[in-house]
């Protein structure tokens, strides 16, 4: 199977930026490939929405709320994404997570697919 760890979480001033990562890793095999890996965040109360976006060809999505102060990228070769986040708002306070829609791993000899995958969340906190 496959497992999502977060970093880079914590408090900051409005105005401040955070940079998040999201590693993957192989619990029974190594990866070899993670097709779309994505940013989502939930307050509570409040549904899960997504934040960003990303595929193995590095084509990027983002909600509207964040276009032009955070930026998502990857490194396929490590497994991990990574959520540039500046222009920091109190509203963006929230439980970050990281998601991957489908990820090929080695069993043995074979390749499986895990899908679904989400990590455990860091939590971002935005106030004076």
């Known amino acids: 199977q496959v497992q999502l760890v977060e970093s880079g979480g914590g408090a900051v001033q409005p105005g401040g930026s955070l940079r998040l990562s999201c590693a993957a890793s192989?619990?029974?095999?190594?990866?070899?490939?993670?097709?779309?890996m994505s940013w989502y965040r939930q307050t509570p109360g409040n549904e899960r929405e997504l934040v960003a976006s990303?595929?193995?060809?590095?084509?990027?999505n983002y909600a509207d709320f964040v276009k032009g102060r955070f930026t998502i990228s990857r490194d396929n070769a490590k497994h991990t994404i990574y959520l540039h986040m500046n222009n920091l708002k109190r509203e963006d306070t929230a439980i970050y997570s990281c998601?991957?829609?489908?990820?090929?791993?080695?069993?043995?000899?074979?390749?499986?697919?895990?899908?679904?995958?989400w990590g455990q969340g860091t939590q971002v906190t935005v106030s004076t």
């Open positions: 192989g619990i029974s095999g190594r990866i070899f490939s993670i097709d779309v």
């Open positions: 990303i595929n193995g060809e590095a084509v990027k």
């Open positions: 998601h991957a829609n489908n990820a090929l791993y080695y069993s043995g000899d074979f390749l499986r697919n895990a899908y679904d995958l």
